[in-house]
C-alpha cells in the first residue's frame, strides 16, 4: 500500500529526514518511535502534503502511484488521513458542516453519490457514540473551545467519518489523561481492518498498550535504527531512547 | 423584502406610533418610552452608471425603548453612497446597529451614538466586503455621558483584490459616565496583497472607575486552517470560501430576522 523509499526531507535548509526506508502493507498498523527532534511529525507532514516541507532524495508510492505530486486534497481522495498532533481551531464553522463538506468533496472524488443532510446526520450521530462525543459538540465550531481530550476525539470521528485507507496519526496520544486514551484507542480499534493499515506516530509506549502494533520502528535523527515487533515498544520504555542513539540505520523491512 | 428598492425602509412590528418623519435626505424617528422595534433600511442599485446617494437619519431612544437597526448597503458598481446615523440613546434604552456594506464604488458609513441615560446600551456591529477598486469607510463615535452605560463594538472587513477599508471608531467616556463597560473590536481579512486596511480604534477616558478595551487585528487566511481544511478533502477554493465565510459569518449570526439572516447568508456565499 505504501512504499518509502530512501526519503530525505528539508525544512528550509535543514535537513530532518535521511533516509527513511518503510513498507506498509493493507492491514498492517505500524508504531513509530522516537526521541523529540528525530523527524517523527516531519513524516507525518510529508506524507499528508503540508507546505513547507521539501523532499530532496527519494520516493513515496502509495497504491504504487508517486503520492509526492498530488496535493492534499487529492491525498484525503485517495485514502489517506492525518490525525493532528495540534488540531485547528475553526471559529464560525460547525463540526457538522464541516465534516458534510469534507466527506461529500471526498466521495465526489471517488465518483459516490453525496450524501443530504439525513444520511449525514444519521451517519455521524452512530460514529459520534464510538468516541463518546455528545452530539451538541457536533453543532459547535470546529474544535474552538475544546479541550485537548475533545479535540483528539474529534480527530478520530473525522477519521471515522472518512474512512481513509491509510490512517497516519501524529502522536494521537499526546496531552490525554487515561480515560481519554482509552477512548481515542477505542476508536482506532474500531476502525481496524484487513483494507486499512495505520502509521501510529507517538513519543510513548503507553499508546502502543492499547492499539496493539504489527511492527514497531524506531525513528533518530532522520532514520530508522531499529524495527521490531511490539515487543520492542516495551523495551524502549525500560531502557529509554539512549539505547539506540548510536544504533546504525536498520535494514528495510 | 424580497425585491430591493432604493431606498427601502420597513418597521418591524408596524406600528402606527413610531414617528418616522421627514425627507430622503434627513428622516427622523422616534422610538417611545418602554417600545421595541426593529428597523430594515436596504439600499440596492438604482443603475449601473454613476449616481450618488445621501442619507441621513437622526433616531431618538426615549427611556427603556429599544431599537435594533439593520442597513444593507448594496449599491450599484460605480455608485457613492455616505449616510450618517445620529442617535440619542436615553435611561436604560438599546440601540443595536448592524450594518452590512456589500456594494458601491465608494461608500461612508458615519454613527454618532449618545448614551444620554444611565444603563444606557449601545452594539454597533458592522462586516464591509470590498473587492476591485471599492472604498468602504466606517466613521462611529460612541458618547458615554451618563453612568452604568454600557457599548460592544465589533467590525469585520474583508478586503480583495485593490479594495480599501477603513475603520475610525472613537469611544468617548466622560467625566461623569462612572462605570461605564465598553470594547471595541475592528477585524480584517485581507485576501490580496494589493488590499489596504486603515484602522483606528481610539478610546478617551476622563472618568476613573470605568472597564473599557479596544483592539484591532489585519490579518491573512491561515495556512494552518487551509492545510486543515484541505487535509481533509476540501480543494484550495473550497477551503478558501469556507474560511472567508466563516470570518463573516459571525455578524451575520447577530441578525434575529430569519428571512435577512438567509439572504446575507447567501450573497457571502456567492461572493466568496
Given at each position: 500500500m505504501l512504499e518509502i523509499k530512501n526519503l530525505h526531507a528539508s525544512v528550509g535548509d535543514k535537513p530532518i529526514l535521511k533516509g527513511i526506508h518503510l513498507t506498509i502493507k493493507t492491514g498492517e498498523v505500524h508504531a513509530i518511535m522516537g526521541p523529540n527532534g528525530s523527524g517523527k511529525s516531519t513524516l507525518g507532514n510529508v506524507l499528508s502534503g503540508r507546505e513547507g516541507y521539501t523532499v530532496t532524495e527519494g520516493d513515496v508510492l502509495y497504491e504504487g502511484k508517486n503520492l509526492l505530486?498530488?496535493?492534499?486534497?487529492?491525498?484525503?481522495?485517495a485514502g489517506i488521513f492525518l490525525g493532528f498532533q495540534y488540531p485547528v481551531e475553526i471559529p464560525g464553522i460547525t463540526n457538522n458542516y464541516f465534516m458534510k463538506t469534507a466527506l461529500n468533496a471526498v466521495r465526489r472524488a471517488r465518483g459516490e453519490k453525496e450524501l443530504d443532510a439525513i444520511d449525514f446526520l444519521k451517519l455521524i450521530k452512530e460514529k459520534a457514540k464510538v468516541v463518546?462525543?455528545?452530539?451538541s459538540m457536533l453543532s459547535r465550531s470546529v474544535n474552538e473551545g475544546f479541550s485537548g481530550g475533545e479535540k483528539k476525539r474529534n480527530e478520530i470521528l473525522q477519521m471515522g467519518v472518512l474512512e481513509p485507507k491509510l490512517a497516519i496519526l501524529d502522536e494521537t496520544d499526546s496531552g490525554l489523561d487515561i480515560d481519554a486514551l482509552q477512548i481515542v484507542s477505542k476508536g482506532i480499534n474500531a476502525l481496524r481492518s484487513?483494507?486499512?493499515?495505520?502509521?501510529?506516530i507517538t513519543h510513548y509506549q503507553r499508546l502502543l498498550n492499547y492499539v496493539q502494533p504489527d511492527y514497531v520502528h524506531v525513528l533518530s535523527a532522520g532514520r530508522i535504527v531499529k524495527s521490531g515487533g511490539k515487543e520492542l515498544a516495551h523495551e524502549l520504555e525500560q531502557k529509554g531512547y539512549g539505547w539506540?542513539?548510536?544504533?546504525?540505520?536498520?535494514t528495510v523491512v | 423584502?424580497?425585491?430591493l428598492t432604493a431606498p427601502s425602509y420597513e418597521i418591524l412590528p408596524a406600528n402606527a406610533a413610531i414617528k418616522f418623519e421627514g425627507s430622503s435626505e434627513r428622516r427622523t424617528l422616534t422610538v417611545p418610552a418602554n417600545t421595541q422595534i426593529s428597523l430594515i433600511e436596504k439600499y440596492a442599485a438604482q443603475s449601473a452608471g454613476i449616481y450618488s446617494t445621501q442619507t441621513a437619519l437622526t433616531v431618538t431612544l426615549e427611556d427603556h425603548a429599544k431599537l435594533t437597526h439593520y442597513k444593507i448597503v448594496q449599491e450599484g458598481a460605480q455608485a457613492s453612497?455616505?449616510?450618517?446615523?445620529?442617535?440619542?440613546?436615553?435611561a436604560s434604552a438599546t440601540y443595536h446597529s448592524h450594518v452590512f456594506l456589500l456594494g458601491g464604488f465608494h461608500l461612508r458609513n458615519t454613527i454618532h451614538v449618545r448614551l444620554h441615560g444611565e444603563h444606557a446600551e449601545c452594539m454597533l456591529n458592522g462586516l464591509y466586503l470590498a473587492s476591485h477598486d471599492q472604498k468602504m469607510e466606517n466613521h462611529t463615535l460612541i458618547d458615554h455621558v451618563k453612568p452604568h452605560g454600557t457599548s460592544r463594538e465589533l467590525y469585520k472587513g474583508i478586503l480583495d483584490d485593490q479594495a480599501q477599508g477603513v475603520f475610525d471608531g472613537l469611544i468617548v467616556v466622560q467625566k461623569d459616565a462612572q462605570k461605564t463597560d465598553s470594547s471595541q473590536t475592528n477585524k480584517n481579512l485581507l485576501l490580496s496583497t494589493k488590499a489596504k486596511a486603515i484602522t483606528n480604534p481610539e478610546l478617551k477616558i476622563f472618568a476613573n472607575d470605568v472597564k473599557c478595551k479596544h483592539g484591532a487585528t489585519i490579518g491573512q487566511l491561515s495556512p494552518d486552517q487551509m492545510f486543515y481544511l484541505r487535509s481533509r478533502g476540501l480543494s484550495q477554493e473550497q477551503a478558501r470560501r469556507l474560511l472567508?465565510?466563516?470570518?463573516?459569518?459571525?455578524?451575520?449570526q447577530f441578525v434575529e430576522i430569519p428571512e435577512l439572516r438567509d439572504q446575507l447568508q447567501h450573497h457571502v456565499e456567492d461572493r466568496a
Open positions: 505530486a498530488l496535493a492534499p486534497e487529492a491525498r484525503a481522495a463518546e462525543m455528545d452530539p484487513p483494507g486499512r493499515a495505520f502509521l501510529v539506540l542513539e548510536n544504533a546504525k540505520p536498520a | 423584502m424580497t425585491t453612497h455616505h449616510s450618517s446615523v445620529e442617535v440619542h440613546v436615553g472567508i465565510h466563516a470570518f463573516a459569518s459571525e455578524m451575520i
